[in-house]
């Protein structure tokens, strides 16, 4: 596969000293080896080896040739070693750094898909503000973040991206439910439950509600993110989510999302992130190209 053979042949041959001794380890003729050479010599048009009596010597070609197969070999080791890993990724751990909106909802629904598959690979979740995610993850303390809004950083990158805009989240039995959009005026005359100043929802309802001139008086003002879904279920009640914070429920039918229509309400920016040079266990490289294709699946 991929040439290997040729470049087993060679190497063995080398370490060997001869190609009697090459075939000998490799179990094959030496003739077979001795054709495939010189097929590669009269394609580089230059010897690779000087016959002395009793072993072999590479040439100055020979030498060049051989620092590449070597690495072409240990290259070729590690993409079986990967491919080997597709099937199980081993018993790693994925370290995930988050925020209060995807820690209840897509982070949950991109790792429980993900043990689903590798049901050894164990997860850290920790939910936490902007400033500390990104804190964490610069001190080697997570493997990935996933958040709302992050600030730009030298040491981090961006894996992935998507703009998402805020919505009403309500009860299928809600008033607005059967709306295709809503305005922050319709949802102001509901009981409204907000996430608190620490979120950067809070901050970015505040803003479109000063400038649509809309007042919105919450009876409940919360860090949670459940207790936000949970007093939903009156069935009176309106909270401001994006797609990504209620995937799983609006997939069940259990919640319903809808845009707000309103042009003073801004899109938010849902980043997948990880330090700048990390390397990664193959569990996280795994768990982040999936995350990737999940964030695509919330794009309209």
Known sequence: MLHARILTYLDTAVRAGSIRKAAARLGIAASSISRQIAELERELGSPLFEHLPGHLRLTAAGEILMAHVRQTLKEHDRALARIEDLKS?????????TMNGPVGGFVPHAVMEFAGRFPQVRFTVQSMVAA????????????????????DDPRLTVVDSLEVRLGAVVDPHHPLARRAG???????VHPIV?????????????????????????VIDTNSIEL??????????????????????????????????????????????????????FAVTLFIEQARRRLADLMP
């Open 132 to 151: 500390e995610l990104v804190a964490t993850l610069k001190a080697g303390e997570a493997d990935v973040g996933i958040g709302y809004n992050l600030p």
């Open 228 to 281: 936000i879904k949970r007093s939903l279920i009156d069935g009176e009640t309106v909270t401001f989510l994006s797609p990504a914070d209620v995937v799983e429920e609006t997939a069940a039918g259990r919640l319903v999302y809808l845009p707000l229509t309103d042009a003073s309400v801004d899109s938010q920016t849902l980043s997948i992130v990880q330090r700048e040079g990390a390397v990664l266990n």
């Open 182 to 188: 809503v305005r922050l005026a319709d949802c102001a």
């Open 194 to 218: 907000l996430a608190d100043g620490s979120s950067a929802v809070r901050r970015l309802i505040h803003f479109a509600a000063a400038r649509s001139r809309s007042e919105l008086t919450p």
């Open 89 to 97: 990724p081993g018993s790693g751990q994925v370290r995930i750094a």
